[in-house]
């Protein structure tokens, strides 16, 4: 008798009945053996809080906080709706951050790179900070918050509702290329109905639906940052344990992107060292065998090798430039470091199953020499391309220094490059017909625009100050911007990539050290058209400064110069 069982394990001696395993081993499809309140699979999971059973004897714990929720809401309605007028369901547009004002960030240092805030500077931030805004507690004071109403007793922790997941990459998907991701946005829809199993890897999946909180701000949905931002970092090393790598490297590059928007610079980088170090052992930058992409599967995976590589390089050279440090993603004249990978296409030209799996040699040393390919057209190739010219703008510039003795050799190395620059912007649509493109290709334009603007302001601005063939080109340069910048929309800033505040800030400083020699000479020139330049600056940048804390201290110092 001492021997004999429980009456719960007595019931599981043999097979247990269908449907009365817990909820966790029926969503893992492991054995479980019935035992309550926890079962074992739970216990040595160390899970057994999160261990229930939908038996239909008794209300599950997300059942009773789905009633606590709608009677919530039934309070919040009556709240807010005055006496004898009926509620209304109010939409709100995610993108809409009129209420914020960049005014009360902090005063930065001297230089961009120092002014940055740090995860523990709160001089540097609104008034209402975003990562006070990350830890805030729900709304629903003494209820669930807004994570526990995107989960149900058929998902995991790590995976929101179908519903949800839909919600939440709908808000992200005008936002893709702004975060440096090329999806086909419309099977990704379509996954997150498929069993767990066959969805992309949750480290990838709720490191976009951190990206669709982000973009919210400020309206609660933003609360969400911190649950889904711990939700892919723990993820993310059952990624490489899986070998789901390209979703790893694309998970990082995103987390690395929303650490840099918002100021925290040492988290930044270190996801993108590790999306560039993971993508250069697998060997992404390489060229890949035709033989392996000729059926239709094949050409959608190698699709998702080139966006991957080619979002680690633009993360890894125009982030570099701005954090004044060496790039990690290597292209050396050695076949071992060469980059060989093909320039990106457009999703559709992927789904049609045609990938280009002929060799083209080095392909960013070859742009960069003046060649044209034929294949570099599509918007994610020319984002690629500007973000080149960007990095070996400023790698040259990284050779002056005060009292240099300029060898004809550079003076050539400047000139090719200028030359490249100029034919890589005669590529781009011109900016007074940017109204005629489609919102995504507008946002993609101006960008690249801007980086290819701003490398030719890397290439000058040393020179500026005797020479006035270099004043002049920094000023063309600040002018062109200007015209841009009057060409978008007040909630059309935060459809843009990060990256172009600080590029807004290092062409405003050339426009700031031209007013600076004009007041210093003699006789007194007029120099209100270059304030006003600068006021256009100053509120471009404003407008992003809004989105992405990362250019308020950029901006406090030139509101600083303008007062």
């Known amino acids: ?284 930058g390489k060229m890949s065998d035709a033989e392996d992409v000729k059926c239709m599967k094949a050409g959608a995976y190698e699709a998702e090798r080139i966006f991957a590589f080619w979002q680690v390089f633009n993360l890894d050279r125009c982030w570099s430039v701005v954090l004044q440090k060496q790039p990690v993603v290597n292209d050396g004249p050695a076949p071992r470091s060469m980059i060989t990978a093909p320039w990106p296409q457009e999703i559709a030209e992927y789904k049609m199953g045609h990938v280009s799996g002929s060799s083209q040699g080095p392909t960013i040393q070859t742009f960069l020499s003046g060649s044209i390919s034929a294949n570099g057209f599509s918007s994610a190739a020319l984002r690629v391309k500007a973000s080149a010219l960007l990095s070996q703008a400023h790698r040259l510039a990284d050779k002056c220094y005060p009292g240099m003795k300029v060898s004809a050799q550079f003076i050539e190395e400047i000139n090719n490059l200028e030359h490249v620059i100029a034919l890589f912007s005669s590529t781009l649509m011109p900016i007074d017909q940017l109204d005629t493109l489609l919102l995504e290709e507008k946002y993609s334009t101006i960008v690249a625009h801007t980086l290819a603007q701003t490398a030719v302001v890397f290439l000058h601005r040393f020179f500026a100050a005797e020479n006035q063939a270099s004043t002049e080109k920094c000023a063309q340069a600040a002018r062109f911007c200007v015209s841009m910048i009057k060409r978008i929309g007040e909630k059309e800033f935060g459809f843009l990539d990060p990256v172009i505040g600080p590029c807004w800030s290092w062409v405003a400083d050339s426009v700031v050290s031209r007013l600076d020699r004009l007041e210093m000479s003699w006789p007194l020139s007029d120099t209100s058209d270059v304030v006003a330049e600068l006021a256009i600056f100053a509120y471009a940048m404003s407008k992003i400064s809004m989105h992405f804390p990362v250019v308020a201290p950029a901006l406090s110092r030139l509101q600083k110069r303008l007062a």
């Not at 009926?86 to 960030?105: E, I």
């Not at 930065?108 to 008034?127: C, E, Q, R, V």
């Not at 669930?144 to 939440?168: C, G, I, K, W």
Request: glycine residues 6%.
């Open 1 to 284: 008798m001492a021997n004999k069982p429980t009456a719960d394990r007595a019931g599981t001696a043999a097979t247990l009945q269908r449907g009365k395993a817990c909820l966790r081993c029926r969503k893992r499809k492991m054995k479980c053996d019935g035992v309550k309140p926890a079962c074992q699979q739970c216990v040595r999971a160390k899970k057994g809080d999160a261990c229930e059973y939908d038996d239909g004897k008794g209300k599950t714990r997300t059942q009773l906080l789905k009633e606590t929720i709608a009677k919530l809401e039934d309070r919040v309605r009556e709240l807010e709706t005055p006496s004898g007028v009926p509620a209304s369901v109010m939409l709100f547009d995610p993108h809409d951050f009129s209420g914020s004002s960049p005014d009360s960030f902090g005063s930065p240092d001297s230089t961009y790179l120092s002014a940055f805030p740090t995860a523990s500077d709160s001089s540097a931030s609104p008034s209402t900070s975003w990562s006070q805004l990350q830890g805030a507690a729900s709304p629903l004071m003494g209820g669930p918050s807004l994570h526990d109403m995107f989960f149900d007793e058929r998902h995991s922790p790590f995976q929101p509702t179908n519903d949800a997941s839909v919600m939440l990459l709908d808000i992200f998907a005008p936002h893709a290329r702004q975060c440096g991701l090329e999806i086909d946005m419309e099977s990704l829809r379509q996954s997150v109905a498929l069993p767990i199993t066959e969805q992309r890897h949750s480290a990838f999946l709720n490191a976009i639906y951190l990206w669709a909180c982000f973009v919210s701000r400020p309206e609660p949905l933003s609360q969400n940052e911190d649950h889904y931002l711990r939700l892919s970092l723990e993820a993310l090393p059952d990624a490489l344990q899986t070998g789901s790598y390209i979703d790893a490297i694309r998970a990082s590059c995103l987390l690395s992107m929303y650490y840099l928007s918002n100021g925290r610079l040492a988290e930044g980088t270190y996801h993108a060292s590790a999306a560039a170090a993971l993508a250069d052992q697998l060997r992404l």
